[in-house]
């Protein structure tokens, strides 16, 4: 039984940082990419970051330069740092799971889409204001 379980999430005020955490349990994958999602109202989710087993990472546009993932695997945990948060940052924070791995073509590579991805957490509110 694959569980996610995000927590951090929080009110702040814009230009402010919170840290996110996601600590999963129950899965066997040998090699896996973890998922930051966000979903504002009346909005559809998108993606923030992801990270694969090598420790490589990828962002969106809208906050590459202020977020940061990492991930600890002896500790089962992925984590979001949010810096210099804005309004437009508010939203339910989701972390997901998948065992895809990027792949490589048209000369870049491609972390897995959302629909890839298997297991997601409950979300943590992030409220800047």
């Known amino acids: 039984h694959v569980q996610l379980v995000e927590s951090g999430g929080g009110s702040v005020q814009a230009g402010g940082s919170l840290t996110l955490s996601c600590a999963y349990s129950?899965?066997?994958?040998?090699?896996?990419?973890m998922g930051w999602f966000r979903q504002a109202p009346g909005k559809e989710r998108e993606g923030v970051a992801a990270i694969d087993s090598d420790g490589c990472t990828s962002y969106a546009d809208s906050v590459k330069g202020r977020f940061t993932i990492s991930r600890d695997n002896a500790k089962n945990s992925a984590y979001l740092q949010m810096d210099s948060l804005q309004p437009e940052d508010t939203a339910m924070y989701y972390c997901?799971?998948?065992?895809?791995?990027?792949?490589?073509?048209?000369?870049?590579?491609?972390?897995?889409?959302?629909?890839?991805?298997?297991?997601w957490g409950q979300g943590t509110q992030v409220t800047v204001s």
């Open positions: 997901a799971i998948t065992r895809s791995a990027p792949a490589l073509y048209g000369g870049s590579w491609h972390f897995p889409e959302q629909r890839e991805y298997n297991y």
């Open positions: 129950g899965h066997t994958y040998r090699s896996y990419c």
